[in-house]
Structures are given as structure tokens and as C-alpha cells.
């Protein structure tokens, strides 16, 4: 009855005028961005994030999450359409999707992975109702050590599963805890790694690292190629699935929801690893792999299920632990500190109207987005159709007054650009941003009670392996850190080339 | 990987000695009481120690005869160094001469960069997206554009 009551509590909150703008702009900017290729999630919410300066906190979280999901429903689109996956989480969607519209059957695609879409978000949403109570009461047993060895672990993970290479990926998280460490220190307050640059005093601010990271990065990559993508010129017909459609992808569906909660859930999880393993399921335990590649619709509707539920999952442990569990959460992390809220196991308690609210929120975007992906899919076809020498201006110039909207300062724009650079560098050396982008939102948090834990413990590491929870995280950390190293001497052993998989 | 990772591991390798040296500085303290350096001195050990695996790792690979790539080839990379220009220029120009007219001249220029129009069709553009901008943000979401010495 609890949850009844406080869902009944939050739709009161997320049926509030504001808040029900917040989500529609939110939903609609999400699917533009899932739809466009070359601007994903992470850089349209950073974009977008100055203009929620002015919202409540809710209005805020209701606007960024919208972001979030609805950049999983609108990838989709261009996967099937163009065979471009409009972000990474629909990658695989491609593989049968655009098959599905070479045999001119668009509409079903695009509609069960609409139909999918809506009811893993919706269960999505169910399961984040059920586990973050209990969750929330769980982490509230956390002290310094444990906090500090589950984001530890949360780190690695980041950077063992991300698609890169593993080395590259630890020094990138590396590199993000050093970012945070410029500016004031937090226990003693002397300057650190400022320069004697006065505005380095409070530190980098995210919102031009990220945007330079991804936002500018990703315009600099894409002026520098000069691809222009192919639409599909078919006929979108039968946008809902026939019986037999339902019949072949109802078991996809709701696996892809259940898996993608879950791998929503870890640390490092989210879209793109849960729609992957979506498909490999489906192909493993379908009667018929060999359609797999070839339009089987399976392949479209269990993926796109499980990076929508993915979105939900990954709110559980930033809700409950305030651990943000992947580069997105970790934005909106951010957003949720610059409106003077901390999320953690504290804020079920202190501000239900945020959770609530957001979960709240989130049913209503599933229906909103429902109606925005299956009747107007003509008019994201032809946003696809946009070209790519009048959109870049239009985002830069978004990222040039949102890095300079934070504090009127152009030092913040320069940041940015450089930034940018850094992050066209990276592409160009296959770095990954996301882990540091995670690494620099949480490394003020592993300072923190690093230093705690140390001071507590009179300087024993020892403190780490005497509770259980912190001494199963730090220990699932140091295997996931020495696994390419000893993955290297195996493979030396063997003679062959050792790291040529493992780095 | 090739080359561009022992440059690269290089390159952080040297970022790793710099962030050491500046956390010993500000004062690494001790493990029983953990100072201002702690932190980034130990993250900076960690990313010169991945570092320098990621440059053996490619020294020993380059052995194998691993080919290079180029990065640089049959791409228009001097379009990136204009647009790189021009946001410098801009952020520098930005509280001198104000939002409508340096963003107007941004505009312009980009638009010019990748676009096939006439030139009348790249001012008119560059002008409609400053007012626009200018509504949305100036005026709707109150955001403070800087106005420059024009005053406007």
C-alpha cells in the first residue's frame, strides 16, 4: 500500500503543468537526439543543462531523465531507417532492423520496437518502485569504507566493460580523479593544481568538460569525415506488429526487459551492454538462429527492450546509493548537485517529491514517447533528412552559451574548447571519455572517504577488509584491475602475442 | 594498436610525472593522516604505471611488424583547425563585443565553412539563428549574454 500511496504522491507531483512540460520537452528532445546520428545523450544533456538552472529540482530531474530514455526510443529510428545507429545502445538494432525495412517491412520494426520500448520502460519503472526502498534502507549502513570500495569497483567495472581497451580505459579513470582534484582542497582548503589561475580555485565545472568531451568533440570528428548518410526511401506501413509479430517477439520483449534492469543496475551496465546481450540471448535460444542478421523481429525487440529498461535499472543505484552507475547518471548526478540536492540512501527521506516525481514522470514519458514514435515517425524521418552543415553551428553555438550561462565567465568557454580537443585527441588515440567523465564526478566523493577511511583507521588499508561489504568490492576490483595482467603472462607463456587482446 | 599508443603512452606518461611532482607540492601527508596530494599523487603513479604497460605493450608489438595508421590521411582536418580558430577568437571576442555581434560573425563563418549557398543565404541564416538564440535565451530563459562594449 506504501507504493501505492507514494506513486499516487508522486503523479501528483509529475502532473504538475511544469513538470509535465519538463517531460514532454525532455522525451522529444531524446528522441531528436536518438534519431540525429552523432549526438548522443551525454552531450545533448549537457547541452541542455544550464536551461534547467531556472527549473525546481524535480522539473530538472523529470526534463534530463526524459533525455535519457528517450534517446533509447528514438535510436531506433535511424537504425532501422538508415542503418546508422542514432546512439551507441542501438547499435545492434541495425543488424535486423534495417534488414526488416530492405523487405519492406519498416513499420512492424519500427513498431515493435516502439511497443518493446514502452513496455520494458514501463516494467522498467515497476522494478525501480520495487528495489529502491529496500536499497535505500541497505545503503544506509554505508560509512566511508564502503562507499569508497563500491565506487572503486563501480570504476573498474566502468572501464573492464567499456568497448576499448581495458589499460586505456584505467588510465582515463585515472586521469578523471586527478581533473577533480583541481582547485580547493575539501579537508584543508589549500590550492591544489590551480596555477595561480584564479578560476581554477573552484575547480573544472562538469558541464564544460563533458560538453567539450562529447558535444565539441563529436562536431570536430564529423566535420573532419563528410559522410552523408543514406536514407532508406521505403514506404512505412503497418506501424502496428501483426499477431504473428507479437507471437515471435513477446518472449524477446520481456526477457530484454528483465536483462536489461539488471545489467542497468551494475556498475558500467546500461544500454549498450544490455541490448548486446539481449541479442545473444534471443540468437542462443531462438529455434531458428540462422534468421538472426536476416530480419528476424526477435532482433530488433528484445534489444530495444532491454536498453529502455536498462535506463530504469541504472536509476536504482543513484537513487538509493548515490552512485551513479554510468556516464549519464553521472551528468545527472551533477545537475542534481548544482540544484543543492545529493542523491543517496538520505533523499527516499529527505525529498520523496524528487524520486516520486521522476518515477512518476517516467510513466508518463512512456506514453508520451509511445505517441511521439509511432504517429509522428514521418516527421523524424525527415529531421534525418537535415543537413549536417546547418545543424553543427546550431549545436555548437548551444554548447558555447550553455558553457558560458554557467557562471558569465568565457573562461568556462575556453575550457570547453579545450576540452573539445582533448576529446578529438581521444578519438583519434582510442580513449574513452565515459570512464574519465565518471571517474572526475565521483572522485571528490573517493577523496572524501579515502581520506576518512584512512583517518579512522589510523592508516591500515586493513579497515577495506575488515567489513564485508567494502571487502567484496575492493576484492572483485583488484581481480577486475590484475585480470589483463595476468591475462599478459598466460599469454606469454603460450608465446604468442600477449597483449594484443588483453590492452 | 600501433604507434599512436607508444606516443600517447609517452604523452601520459610525462602528464603522470607533472601531476606527481605538483602532489608532492601541495603535500602528500602520510596514511595516517592523508594530505591535499594524496589523492592525485597516487592517481598520477597509477596512470604512469598503465602508461608505461600501454608503451612496452606497443614496443613489443611494433616486433610483430604491426602496421601504422594514418590518422591524419584523405580527412579534412583543416576544417577542424578553423572551427578551433574561430572558438577561440569567439571566446575571446565574446565579453568585448557581445553576444549579437560575435556570435553573428561565428555564424556567418560557419555556415560559410561546409555550406554551398550564396553568401546573402549565409548572412540572412547567421542572423536569423542570433535573434533566435538571442529570444530563447536572452529573453525566455533570462539567461546573462554579455554585451560588450556596444551595449548591446
Redesign the interface.
Known sequence: MDIFHNLLYGFSIGLQPANLLACFIGVSMGTLVGVLPGIGPVGAMSILL??TF?MSPVSAVIMLSGIYYGVMYGGSTTSILVNIPGEAASVVTCLDGYQMAKQGRAGPALGIAAFGSFIAGTLGVVGLMLFAAPLAEFGLRFGPPEYFAVILLGLTLVTYLSQG?V??G??MA??G??LS?IGL?Q??A????TFNILQLLDGIDMVPLVMGLFG?AE??IN????ANPEILETKIKNLFPSVSDWIQAKGAILRGSILGFFIGILPGGGGVISSFLSYSLEKRISKNPEKFGKGAIEGVAGPESANNSATSGAFVPFFTLGIPPNVVMALLFGALVIHGMRPGPLLLQDHPDIFWGVVSSMYIGNVMLLVLNLPLIPLWVQVLKVP???L???I??FC??GS??LR?S?FD??VM?IF??VG?LFR????EGAPLVLAFVL?PM??LN??QS??LS????LIFFSRPISAAAIIVAIILCITP?VS?FLKIKKNT????KV? | MNSRSRFSGFFWLCISIFVCIESVQSGIGTFRSPGPGFLPFWSGVALGTFALILVVSDILKKKEGQKNINLWGGKRWRNVILILISLFAYALLLPKLGYLITTFWLMAFLYSMIGRSRLWVQGVSALITVLVTYIIFYVWLEVQLPKGVFGF
Open positions: 544550464p536551461t531556472r581497451s589499460i586505456k584505467l588510465m585515472a586521469f580523479l586527478i582534484c582542497d579537508i584543508s589549500s590550492p591544489r593544481m565539441i562536431i570536430l566535420i573532419e569525415e563528410s549536417y552543415r546547418i553543427f553551428p546550431l555548437l553555438l558555447l552559451i558560458y550561462s558569465n568565457s568557454v575556453i574548447i573539445g580537443i578529438y583519434k588515440f582510442a580513449y572522485g573517493v577523496e579515502l581520506r584512512l583517518l589510523k592508516g591500515s588499508f595482467v599478459y602475442n600477449p597483449l594484443l590492452i
